[in-house]
T-cell receptor, first 113, second 115 residues
């Protein structure tokens, strides 16, 4: 079945540090890949997406590249800010899975001033 | 309002009671989804509605869970005879249509606590 795996545990880092959150996936077809973000007290919102292999999604300084050969969609940001503190979810939408969005467990990111 | 609205924001109930959770999607969105977010877990798909088509109920964890969507707009998720393991945040989302590239808009969720 379709699934998304994110690295275990929260991520704590200092302001202006480099952030990477790993995401790998398993899918039966040719999925689209997404990162959603949940800021404290708010609902989930789409951060970025990529719909085919080698596409790069980007938004708010975050980037993720769709790597079919490694079935990965790692999220990166070169210099984080305190306002980036949130929970980040990797997700996929697979036409072989009825286009339903499947989510990873999420990673809590805490940025310390 | 402009976003997806869920009510109540918090619900505390006793084991064995029934609860109803409400979702008002964004006007004009034909697809509506329910997800459950348990502590330390990802989002678990429950059910989705697309227009007038039969809903996809394949994610509902037991027959105690049911959902309906009246008039293609408001949706209600009902949990009968609640159990402690039902405690979670229940999230509703809507999108313009149902497709692999569609952006989902989420509500802030209902925090359900079963004592």
């Amino acid at each position: 079945g379709n699934s998304v795996t994110q690295m275990e545990g929260p991520v704590t880092l200092s302001e202006e540090a480099f952030l990477t959150i790993n995401c790998t996936y398993t899918a039966t077809g040719y999925p689209s890949l997404f990162w959603y973000v949940q800021y404290p007290g708010e609902g989930l919102q789409l951060l970025l997406k990529a719909t085919k292999a080698d596409d790069k999604g980007s938004n708010k300084g975050f980037e993720a590249t769709y790597r079919k050969e490694t079935t990965s969609f790692h999220l990166e940001k070169g210099s984080v800010q305190v306002s980036d503190s949130a929970v980040y979810f990797c997700a996929l939408s697979d036409p072989g899975g009825n286009n339903r969005l499947a989510f990873g467990k999420g990673n809590q990111v805490v940025v310390i001033p | 309002g402009a976003g997806v609205s869920q009510s109540p924001s918090n619900k505390v109930t006793e084991k064995g009671k029934d609860v109803e959770l409400r979702c008002d999607p964004i006007s004009g969105h034909t697809a509506l989804y329910w997800y459950r977010q348990s502590l330390g877990q990802g989002l678990e798909f429950l059910i989705y509605f697309q227009g007038n088509s039969a809903p996809d109920k394949s994610g509902l964890p037991s027959d105690r869970f049911s959902a309906e969507r009246t008039g293609g707009s408001v949706s209600t998720l009902t949990i009968q005879r609640t159990q402690q393991e039902d405690s979670a945040v229940y999230l509703c989302a809507s999108s313009l249509a149902h497709g692999r590239n569609e952006k989902l808009f989420f509500g802030s969720g209902t925090q359900l606590s079963v004592l």
